[in-house]
């Protein structure tokens, strides 16, 4: 069975950082390009940022609001991708996803956790 | 950056009736490789977003066909033939095909 399952979510003051990670298991998680969305309070989706796979040189891509912030990064011996959140905002306060588009070769984000809150407030 | 524009954000529905969301892009969305990346996703509350069509059209696995997809370049529509209950929730679209990726706002099916 597929599972992406994150973890590291919580209670942060402005200022702080956070580390969430995302445990994959049931695809080839060393071929899969991973992606972090998240989903602020009754809001919509936003793109955060997505790692390549090794072989394609972990290369990294952020959105604008958190670029120079955050860094997402990966460990294939433990099938898992990070987010490193750095100076966070309260406008970083959402709910986080990680994603891929691996089931489906690249061709629509298939496989999605079930999220972990991340809330910035003083 | 890439604008997805839904229409209507707001969408009441009678169940075994059709509905139909737009989506339009700020700009085309055919990759240099010449797909098109626009899935449509949707995600009930307290859930995470599922895919629903990728690539325009293609109708992910499990994804009952009374859902499909239409459009090229710049303007997408997701169609229902006929609503059922399990439809409600929150529907967005979303490009992939040039950094930061983007959705459109979601549409509000309900009931």
């Known amino acids: 069975e597929v599972q992406l399952v994150e973890s590291g979510g919580g209670l942060v003051r402005p200022g702080g950082s956070l580390r969430l990670s995302c445990e994959v298991s049931g695809f080839t998680f060393s071929i899969a390009w991973m992606s972090w969305v998240r989903q602020a309070p009754g809001k919509g989706l936003e793109w955060v940022g997505r790692v390549r796979s090794k072989a394609d040189g972990e290369s990294t891509e952020y959105s604008a609001p958190v670029k120079g912030r955050f860094t997402v990064s990966r460990d294939d011996s433990k099938n898992t991708v990070y987010l490193q959140m750095n100076s966070l905002k309260s406008e970083d306060t959402a709910v986080y996803f990680c994603t891929t588009a691996a089931g489906l070769g690249g061709d629509g984000f298939d496989l999605w956790g079930q999220g972990t809150m991340v809330t910035v407030s003083s | 950056d890439i604008v997805m524009t839904q229409t209507p954000l707001s969408s009441p529905v009678t169940l075994g009736q059709p509905a139909s969301i737009s989506c339009r892009s700020s700009q085309s969305l055919v990759h240099s490789n010449r797909n098109t990346y626009l899935s449509w996703l949707h995600q009930r509350p307290g859930q995470p977003p599922r895919l629903l069509i990728y690539k325009i059209s293609d109708r992910f696995s499990g994804v009952p066909d009374r859902f499909s997809g239409s459009g090229a370049g710049t303007d997408f529509t997701l169609k229902i033939s006929r609503v059922e209950a399990e439809d409600v929730g929150i529907y967005y679209c979303?490009?992939?095909?040039?950094?930061?990726?983007?959705f459109g706002q979601g549409t509000k099916l309900e009931i």
């Open positions: 979303m490009q992939h095909t040039q950094f930061p990726f983007t």
